[in-house]
């Protein structure tokens, strides 16, 4: 992977301490928010600006399948380890 512009690291500073702040402020279920709708409103598209400049950079090096994922989410791959393959009966069975 190649090494990530200064723009790049700017993006990234920025859209994790959003997403902190965003954490930090929001309130049990139940309870008002701290920040008003336009507040809301502008973080949002903040967030999306930041992360369709973060999509376009990437496209622009060659990594265009990338996209920003927070570390807490789900990945949708899986590793599977190639160790156990082989072992199973050749004709399918299972017992």
């Given at each position: 992977?190649?090494e990530?512009t200064?723009e790049?690291?700017i993006l990234i500073?920025?859209?994790?301490t ?12 139940g ?11 502008d973080?949002r598209?903040c ?19 990338e996209?920003?994922?927070y570390a ?6 899986h590793?599977?380890?190639i ?13």
């Amino acid at each position: 992977m190649s090494e990530l512009t200064k723009e790049q690291r700017i993006l990234i500073a920025m859209r994790k301490t959003l997403a902190a702040v965003i954490k930090d402020v929001t309130p049990p279920p139940g309870l008002k928010h701290p920040l008003s709708e336009r507040t809301i409103a502008d973080v949002r598209q903040c967030l999306g600006l930041i992360s369709a400049r973060e999509k376009e950079l990437a496209e622009a090096q060659g990594r265009d399948g990338e996209r920003p994922y927070y570390a807490d989410e789900p990945r949708s791959t899986h590793v599977v380890p190639i160790a156990g393959l082989g072992t199973g009966k050749p004709d399918g069975s299972s017992g």
